[in-house]
């Protein structure tokens, strides 16, 4: 629960899967955030391009969601087409606002 995963649509995935694409700049409560192409999500918190949480349940979450299957690994997600975005707005104590939710989800729409 420390990372919130934004299913995201390929028309709002946004640079990271385009080779031509080498960073991605968002407007964020009026704050500009750059982060290079394959940084995969943003953390609310210290407002940066790292958006690994403190107790890997978002790792988790996410293969339950996207693991491609067929592949001989032994694990299959929901979706095995999906692109996710990594979206932390939760501390380490899984504490958090509204506001800072909406900051995460204002990123992944901008990305």
């Known amino acids: 629960m420390l990372v919130a995963l934004a ?4 028309a709002l995935a946004g640079g990271a899967a385009d080779p031509g694409v080498t960073a991605s700049t968002v407007t964020i409560g009026g704050t500009a955030i750059t982060c290079p192409a ?4 943003f953390n609310v918190i210290t ?15 996410s293969g ?15 979706n095995w087409t999906t692109q996710l975005m ?3 707005f939760l501390d380490a104590n899984g504490s958090g606002s509204l ?9 992944a729409i901008q990305a």
Do not use: E, Q, R
């Open 47 to 61: 407002l940066t391009c790292n958006p690994m949480d403190d107790h890997n349940h978002g790792t988790h979450v």
């Open 64 to 78: 339950t969601i996207g693991a491609t299957g067929g592949n001989g690994v032994g694990v299959v997600g929901v």
């Open 7 to 10: 299913v995201v649509p390929a």
């Open 86 to 88: 990594g979206i932390k």
């Open 38 to 41: 394959g940084s995969h999500g």
């Open 99 to 107: 506001a800072d939710a909406i900051k995460g989800i204002d990123f």
